[in-house]
């Protein structure tokens, strides 16, 4: 999950490193929602995104 949002910060999020955070962010929203994480109730497919675009805009926002 990591790399794969890596590279795709890489290649369409410019600064690199607010796309960086964003893949961390999702990576910890993947590891916190569905049967395995912390919030059983979430479900990844809207948590993950989710989570790496608030962190990603908010940045974003600070920046600006």
Do not use: H, Y
């Amino acid at each position: 999950m990591f790399i794969t949002c890596l590279v795709i910060a890489w290649a369409l999020v410019n600064p690199f490193w607010i796309g960086a955070v964003g893949a961390i962010a999702a990576t910890i929203a993947e590891w916190a929602c569905g049967d395995v994480g912390l919030l059983k109730w979430a479900d990844d497919n809207w948590g993950i995104p989710v989570a790496s675009a608030i962190v990603m805009f908010g940045l974003l926002a600070l920046i600006r």
